[in-house]
């Protein structure tokens, strides 16, 4: 079992950069990767990024690919996104996710699941 916490999501003004974290506890050799969702209110929940947790190799949905950036601490069980640039179109909560195996967008293959944090970019 693994538990993920995620913090960091506050109201921020469009231009502005946002550092979202993902805290992972329990059995971790169970999340080998680490996914980035969004859901805005009223629309379903897209995938926005993930991150390997031993090599690092990040994998970016277009629509934030050049202004968001994941990365890993392995030694704090922790992973973060870097938002710069944020957009309005950005304000949504957002969940980390974990899985085994290989990077995926598709949010039915991660096996957990963070509660969420709010991201409002007012325009």
């Known amino acids: 079992q693994v538990r993920l916490v995620e913090s960091g999501g506050r109201l921020v003004q469009a231009g502005g950069s946002l550092r979202l974290s993902c805290a992972a506890s329990?059995?971790?050799?169970?999340?080998?990767?680490m996914g980035w969702f969004r859901q805005a209110p009223g629309k379903e929940r897209e995938f926005v990024g993930a991150i390997a947790w031993s090599g690092g190799s990040t994998y970016y949905a277009d629509s934030v690919k050049g202004r968001f950036v994941s990365s890993r601490d392995n030694a704090k069980n922790t992973v973060h996104l870097q938002m710069n640039s944020l957009k309005p179109e950005d304000t949504a909560v957002y969940y980390c996710?974990?899985?085994?195996?290989?990077?995926?967008?598709?949010?039915?293959?991660?096996?957990?699941w963070g509660q969420g944090t709010q991201v409002t970019v007012s325009s």
């Open positions: 996710a974990a899985k085994r195996g290989a990077i995926a967008t598709n949010q039915n293959a991660y096996d957990y």
């Open positions: 329990g059995r971790t050799f169970s999340s080998e990767v």
